[in-house]
């Protein structure tokens, strides 16, 4: 404990950054839990704790020192949880979450370069479990959770207005069938999602400039590609996305030029593979992509903002000669 | 990019005046009729006149190099959160600053002064009453609006480039504090011997601007208010709370010495935890600079680099970023090491 200046601290301290994120996540999954009656929030604390025991273990078997609090890897093991449906069994997520705290996160922790580790618990599953994670079972009054509203529009050709995914119900002919709208529980309500992604921004917890990169470049690109921007955005866990995944501060750049570069990089992609490729869960790439750039794009900043000022001070020197003093 | 930040134990509503709880200093000087450029740098050499905004640059030599300076600008802003002084000493102490700038204006030959004021409540105004023949710009409430590169930026249009000094760019700015140092000595005859500082301690609402001795222990300072300071539970922060340090009872006033603030001990202790990459601290700075960068090129000893360089020049070590910082990364500490890898 030392004390230096300065003496007055401003904005968001980190060890509460984790705790609050994740109870923003636990908002729209209770709602969900109880206007649906499932056991859904309780799944999320069950994974998140389960997160949390890994870095325990993780620490435990690395010999340093041990934390009360991992919250950290509790919000990965819920992150990885809320987007994927809840029909996955319980093995593949505990080695999942296993891959993604203990493989992922913990290890890249002080590296050059880091990933999003529930992008890349996702991606495990999506590899070794396709079955369980694309095939969202027969929709049934049992069955909670679906096929996504793309792989609806690509397979039956039902197309979602884009007003009905944003508030979560449908009318119509399908409405007996579905509960609501078909997705994975944790990417439902984006009208939630939005709001609470803001007040994360206002406390000073999330960085607003890499997911409204994002979003915009996501849905400027989309719109080129020919398909209503709106759609896709409030569809397939873009929201979800934006507010906890994107805006991830350990993978993404630190350089304001840089966070915006990358929320471009992640949108494009994602636009791109949406409509030129097959994959309908096209975010787990983009973010990977975009995580990929990030030590890149902040080298270049940081070299830009030094050149940008040293070409000032020869430009000053050549004029009048004097030598600067400190 | 500049913050507000908001001190609520300092948003007074008025600025309260000078007291003076010690005895006064007394005439040692004839004073000055008649300022005479060449001998002023050696008249403010004989009163013992340095920079009082917190640099204590020796003002001799400013004024040499600033001969030919076509604006004098008062620097009265005060940005530090939590100090009033400059616009304590503004307000209350006109006749001595307008003597103060009256002097120099004349020494370097300076056609216009202006005053660089913090734009809150009705400062604005009542300056303008106070020195009519003065041009008052109004600077927003945000730290640290009163850093002299941003002055500049304000006043020409662009950011200085780095390592300018303001006589290159035929600018004399001086802080108010120093002004009136300037006018007592002049009108009073009485050399750098007293200090305006601001004295409080938040715990018990207490709140005063007050004029100390050069060179007393702050142990007398404290006593002079009966301040119930408890070495155990209090760290007493000197000059300002972004950009001092700490001080002990038996440290001395210096002719620096912005302000005393009497603070908990226990909230401000910082327990360093591991960088989380927000970049909070790239946005904070208010010049633009990527501080954690040059914190990990300091630290590993890449230092050689042009990017490197420019921007460790440019940094005046504002402290915001080590503010901002959510995981309490002593920035601002390795940035002072690393001006000496310059």
């Known amino acids: ?326 | 990019m500049l913050r507000r930040i908001k001190i609520d134990w300092a948003d007074l509503p008025q600025i309260q005046p000078l007291e003076t709880p010690f005895a006064k200093p007394e005439r040692i000087l004839p004073g000055l009729e008649e300022i005479d450029p060449g001998r002023f740098p050696d008249f403010l050499d004989e009163i013992g006149h340095v920079g009082m905004g917190g640099s204590g640059f020796q003002t001799s030599e400013k004024i040499r190099n600033c001969m030919g300076a076509h604006t004098l600008v008062i620097n009265g802003i005060e940005c530090e959160p939590g100090i009033t002084i400059d616009q304590s000493v503004l307000m209350y102490e006109s006749r001595w600053v307008q003597a103060g700038t009256k002097a120099c204006a004349q020494a370097v030959g300076a056609q216009k002064i202006v005053i660089a004021a913090k734009d809150k409540g009705d400062q604005i105004s009542q300056l303008k009453e106070l020195y009519p023949d003065y041009e008052v710009v109004p600077f927003p409430d945000r730290y640290p609006a009163g850093a002299e590169k941003l002055i500049l930026k304000k006043l020409t249009g662009t950011l200085p480039p780095p390592g300018t000094r303001p006589y290159q760019l035929g600018f004399l700015v001086q802080n108010a504090v120093s002004l009136r140092a300037i006018g007592r000595a002049i009108v009073d005859g009485i050399p750098v011997v007293e200090r305006p500082l601001s004295l409080a301690m938040p715990s018990t609402d207490f709140y005063k601007n007050i004029i100390a001795p050069v060179g007393r222990p702050i142990r007398d300072v404290l006593a002079a208010y009966t301040l119930p300071y408890d070495a155990r539970i209090h760290l007493i922060a000197d000059s300002g709370l972004m950009m001092g340090h700490e001080v002990g009872l038996d440290d001395r006033i210096d002719k620096t010495t912005l302000s005393l603030v009497i603070l908990e001990r226990v909230p401000a202790e910082r327990k360093e935890r591991p960088c989380i990459r927000c970049g909070a601290c790239n946005t904070a700075c208010p010049l633009g600079l990527h501080p954690y960068t040059l914190v990990e090129r300091i630290q590993k000893g890449k230092t050689t680099g042009a990017a490197f360089q420019a921007q460790m020049t440019e940094c005046f070590l504002c402290g915001v970023c080590s503010a901002v910082c959510p995981s309490d990364i002593p920035l601002v500490q390795t940035l002072q090491e690393g001006k000496t890898c310059l």
């Open chain 1, 1 to 326: 404990m030392s004390v230096a200046n300065p003496f007055q601290r401003i904005g968001a301290r980190s060890s509460g950054m984790a705790a609050w994120a994740l109870l923003a996540l636990m908002v729209p999954s209770t709602i969900y839990s109880l206007l649906y009656r499932s056991p859904f929030a309780l799944h999320l604390l069950g994974y998140a704790l389960l997160g949390m025991l890994t870095e325990a273990a993780y620490t435990w078997v690395l010999k340093r020192k041990m934390r009360l609090s991992n919250m950290g890897s509790g919000l990965t093991a819920a992150l990885l949880a809320a987007s994927v449906p809840t029909s996955m069994p319980f093995l593949p997520m505990l080695f999942a979450i296993l891959i993604a705290v203990g493989l992922v996160k913990l290890p890249l922790a002080g590296a050059p370069l880091r990933l999003n580790a529930a992008m890349a618990g996702r991606l495990f599953l999506m590899l070794v479990y396709p079955s369980h994670i694309v095939n969202w079972g027969t929709p049934t009054a049992d069955v909670i959770s679906t096929a996504t509203p793309q792989e609806l529009y690509r397979s039956e050709s039902f197309a979602l207005e884009w007003p009905q995914l944003l508030f979560g119900r449908i009318e119509g002919t399908w409405e007996g069938l579905f509960l609501l709208v078909p997705g994975s529980p944790g990417e439902t309500f984006p009208v939630l999602l939005l709001l609470l992604g803001m007040l994360l921004c206002w406390k000073g917890i999330m960085a607003w400039r890499t997911p409204l990169a994002f979003l915009l470049s996501f849905g400027i690109a989309t719109a080129l590609f020919g398909n209503s921007p709106l759609f896709d955005l409030c569809s397939a866990a873009t929201i979800f996305s934006a507010v906890f995944i994107v805006s991830d501060p350990v993978s993404t750049p630190m350089s304001k030029g840089g966070k915006i570069a990358c929320g471009i990089i992640i949108g494009v992609s994602n636009a791109l593979i949406r409509n030129v490729t097959y994959y309908t869960e096209a975010i787990v790439y983009a973010v990977l992509i975009g995580n990929l750039c990030a030590p890149l794009l902040d080298r270049i900043a940081f070299e830009w903002q030094g050149r940008r000022l040293a070409k000032r001070m020869d430009s000053r020197a050549g004029v009048d000669g004097a030598s600067s003093s400190v």
